[in-house]
């Protein structure tokens, strides 16, 4: 066994395992923790991979961004060391039998397959894939980069959007039309209320 | 590298979205269930960038397929957390069996 090999198993039990107590523990921030670590590991595994561009990106988007942007939404929206609920035995038990069997179906298809790897090695640099990227000729991805692009700026003023706090009930209808009854109305509770 | 046979990754990338997909039948809670997506992407990612490496060198597609599968993940986890935020606001819980307005 080779220490390349050794290194491998290492990582791969390293993913699994805290992917799988990021699924089961019962507290939220935990269970945002433990992802983080199964990240770095799939991150890890890149490196191993030797495609050190992915990787990098791997760690800055995802462990720089989504991780700790889900760790502020855990706090914004419930307390961190409350246990959650945990599911009913029937839905476990399924769970577990749908996984199992769709694992099982889904690697013995892969095993079946029997990938095999070709001799030459993987020359990427990131040269070329931003010369690849930009380009608008055959194989080239302009067009997907631009869509991406206006999809993030779709998506930014989406969640701005979304998660503005709506103004208050008054100012949001006021036209000039309607602010006269609105005042008329207030004159009304005014005069009920004084009575 | 060529030491590990690449069914033995794929077995990695295959457990990785199995166990996601277990997260996602089992969580009722919704930043819970985006955490098991993640998951679920990275386990794409992984078969992606496998797949380019070891069976098509030459080319780089599956790195492009990664790149923006990593893009396009970041900006689904915003608009999500977004939408999560903003019915923890309504409704004072983020459990999926409480937001049922949109059934009816």
Known sequence: ?195 | MTDIPISHILFVSTALFFIGMYGLFTRRNMITMLMSIELILNSVNINFVVFNKYLYPDKLDGIFFTIFIITIAAAEAAVAIAIIINLYRSHRSIDVETAEEMKY
């Open chain 1, 1 to 195: 066994m080779t220490a390349s090999q050794i290194i491998f198993y290492i990582l791969s039990a390293f993913i699994l395992g805290t992917a799988i107590l990021s699924v089961t523990t019962t507290k939220i921030f935990r269970s945002a923790i433990w992802l983080l670590f199964s990240l770095i590991g799939v991150a890890g595994l890149y490196f191993w991979l030797e495609v050190e561009f992915i990787a990098a990106v791997q760690i800055v988007v995802y462990v720089g961004g989504i991780v700790v942007l889900i760790i502020f939404s855990i706090f914004l929206t419930q307390q961190s060391g409350k246990e959650m609920v945990k599911p009913p035995m029937l839905r476990l038990i399924a769970s577990v039998l749908a996984v199992l069997f769709g694992f099982a179906l889904t690697y013995f298809l892969i095993y079946k397959n029997d990938f095999q790897a070709g001799d030459k090695s993987f020359d990427w640099t990131v040269n070329k894939i931003g010369t690849q990227m930009l380009a608008t000729g055959e194989n080239g991805y302009a067009l997907p980069f631009e869509v991406v692009s206006i999809l993030l700026l779709a998506a930014m003023v989406g969640c701005i959007v979304i998660a503005i706090k709506a103004p208050a009930e008054v100012s949001s209808t006021g036209t000039n039309e309607q602010q006269p009854s609105n005042i008329e109305n207030l004159k009304e509770k005014e005069i009920v209320e004084g009575l």
